[in-house]
């Protein structure tokens, strides 16, 4: 596994277990024992994880989300730990850094913000580029479904399009706070809107993400 990717799935096991199974999430009617689930069988479970995507594996998908979650809380959390078997996709280094340092960064915010005490955590610059960087590339499959123009802005100026129409939305913040923004996380993440009120609006109770 590689550094960003590693380093997020460990802070997201401790996360989970210092919760306890059943302590709410950001994740709509998901538990941290269903969050903890979710996780497992998306690397362990890819017949079924399509089903995320794809209706017609839905059934596929809740019967193995029903398993994971029947098992040990303490189970899940040390598969988790350990990671994705040998010959899964995600065991190699690309992979599991372009699919995972973004997920477990997001489903860790999912559990500490649910916390009526949590507080913004500082990323290092290089953890936050790596978040943009990878932002940009996902900025307009996550902002597809945006009923406005939206735009992402750094602070520092860089600018990246999620979704072209008007009227136009710019949302400011940093890359982990835009992250969690545009993957439907807009009522805790720390930014900034400047748009049209009503377009405003629009965009925060919008569908975004994957």
Known sequence: MSMHAKRERLLLADLLEAAGPTAPT?????????????VVVRERRPDAAGGLLLNVLKDR???AMAE???????????LIRTGPPKLSPYALKQIDEAANAVEFFVHAEDVRRAQPDWAPRELDPVF??????????????TGRRSPVGLVLRRPNGQTAVA?????????TGEPGELTLFCFGRQSEATVELDGPKEAV??????????
């Open 201 to 210: 609006a629009q965009l925060t109770t919008a569908r975004l993400g994957i």
């Open 128 to 141: 936050s580029d790596a978040l943009w960087s990878r932002l940009e590339k996902l900025a307009r499959l």
């Open 26 to 38: 950001l994740c709509e009617g998901w538990l941290t024992r269903d969050l903890a689930a979710h």
């Open 61 to 63: 998908l809740d019967k």
């Open 163 to 171: 979704h072209k129409g008007t009227p136009v939305v710019t949302v």
């Open 68 to 78: 994971y979650t029947a098992k040990p809380y303490e189970e899940l959390i040390q």
